[in-house]
């Protein structure tokens, strides 16, 4: 048994046919990790969908109603970037259910995994970039609600701009965001986080791991969250169809240790999406996520007694 919950569904299939996001992602994430053994069955729970009125914490009603009735307008589809269907929508649903249940086991166990969701292009009224709801701004304002934290922190190392997470708490102080990523890359309007990293073309494992640590500590020591929500985007890959840094495999490891370390030494639990990734041979993709995973049990062996800090 792994010391952590895995959350997954199989509807988080966003049905796209063939697109360069690879949905089906999630379900070869899923088998790959039971196959190898690494995750027996009892190690993954299936979430329940978000309700409208989780939803409703990050979106406004005229975007929730559009998607639920499925009267998007022309514009609003081609700036989401995906095709329209109700599977669509159950499955932007689900991930934001399994966000939620992913950060409430997080408080329970120090690590949350979503495999799934982290999907941060999502504003209030609109979706895109393959994001038609923010679950990662649903799961805080849900958990915030509920009284079982006041301040979070969002650590965005998808290689794309969290515009979405950014806008949405844009003169929130309760959440602090954090966005490393490529500076020339879509979104070319980058609405202000807490602390942006700018990357230029090209960087690679031993730039970027610095300016990650740098920031990130400094992150830490000043606003002290009671959780971190990761979005472990795979798209930093040197070999990613929509990216333009150039992290290795083990760089991208490297990233992962560097974000559950730091959290770990000072007992802040985390809960993990996994956002992007369009690496030319898609087992690429599948194994920097499987990666992610395997280092969070490394690290919550290596810092035991730190998760009952966070309860
Ligand atoms: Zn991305």
Redesign the pocket.
Known sequence: MLPYKLVYHERYDLNLGEHVFPSKKYQWLRDRLARTRFAEPEDFVAPEPATDADILLAHDAEWVAKLRSGTLSYQDILRLEIPYSRQMVEAFWLAAGGSILAARLALRDGVGFNIGGGF?HAFPAHGE?FCAVNDIAIAIRRLQQDGAIRRAMVVDC???HGNGTAAIFSGDDSVFTLSIHQANNYPSEKPLSSLDIHLADGVGDTDYLHRLGNGYRAALAMFEPELIVYVA?A?PYQEDQ??GLSLTKNGLIERDRKVFEEARRVGIPVVTTL????ARRVEDTVRIHVNTIVTAREVAKMYPAASAAAN
């Open positions: 941060h970039g998808d290689v794309h985007g798209d929509l990216g956002a992007g990734g369009y």
